[in-house]
């Protein structure tokens, strides 16, 4: 069983209304099926293969009866800052691993600039040092997104897969595309 190289897997959960509802490790996800909660709504490429069960991997699971979801609070961490960026540098557009990036204040703080999703963004050391204190338009430097504030939990994107975007509403741009299965 190549259950290893399904460490870093999750499978997209909606709930019976097609809401996004949570991810879920696939053994969750498998147990949901087998006892009947949940169906199938997409395989994914990556199979389990072992003595007693052979079968792809879902990879979006939609629940058989509705479950009530308490609205999901987004707190602005650095983590969810980075996660919604999918760890790109706002300015240079290349991916970094979380400790070499950088919180940058769009709007500096020393000119009044919020915390606030639309005014944080996630930057490179080096494209951080540049912006420092400055506005934009002084520098010559332009955000390539305008930064908003997530609708769903950024924690998904670090397993986001492409098939999952019309599951939640999501339209494909640069940085998500690409983004499949490895
Ligand atoms: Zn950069």
Redesign the pocket.
Known sequence: MNSKKLDSYRVLVLNASYEYLNIAKWQRAIKLIFSDKAKVLEEGDRTINSQNLKMFVPSVIRMNYYVKKPEERVPLSRSNIFARDFYC?Q??G?KFDQDSLTIDHIIPRSAGGKDSWDNVVS??K??NSKKANNFLNDIGMKVLKKPKKPKYAPKLNAYFREEWAKYLNIELEGDRKGNKTK
Do not use: R, S, T
């Open positions: 540098c300015y240079c290349k930057a490179c080096e494209c």
